[in-house]
């Protein structure tokens, strides 16, 4: 039903920025709850941002002023820009997902993309 291409994954050093895309197919695009995870090496796939039809965002705490989710919904796109890399902050991202809701979940999410690699050295 929707198929999720993410891009922009990169190697940077700790306080650089980058910003993530994924592209999206589907012609109901709008109504789609939209969210960003991502998972370091031996450890839990984790919610990082996430951004419902209403435009309403909601973050991890610990990336809350570093990052921002946003979309365009004429292009079939969602983004997340982020500033002030942290090694910490080193993972495969992945964007998800699930169809109209209210409020933002952190689970459930139906349709995940391929991930890309965020790589972030001191």
């Known amino acids: 039903q929707v198929q999720l291409v993410e891009s922009g994954g990169g190697l940077v050093q700790a306080g650089d920025s980058l910003r993530l895309s994924c592209a999206a197919s589907?012609?109901?695009?709008?109504?789609?709850?939209m969210a960003w995870f991502r998972q370091a090496p031996g450890k839990e796939r984790e919610f990082v941002a996430g951004?419902?039809?209403?435009?309403?965002?909601y973050y991890l705490d610990s990336v809350k002023g570093r990052f921002t989710i946003s979309r365009d919904n004429a292009k079939n796109t969602v983004s997340l820009q982020m500033n002030s890399l942290k090694p910490e902050d080193t993972a495969v991202y992945y964007c998800?997902?699930?169809?109209?809701?209210?409020?933002?979940?952190?689970?459930?999410?139906?349709?995940w993309g391929q991930g890309t690699q965020v790589t972030v050295s001191l």
């Open positions: 951004i419902n039809s209403s435009g309403n965002t």
């Open positions: 998800a997902a699930r169809w109209f809701t209210m409020n933002i979940p952190t689970t459930g999410y139906d349709y």
């Open positions: 589907g012609r109901t695009f709008s109504r789609y709850t």
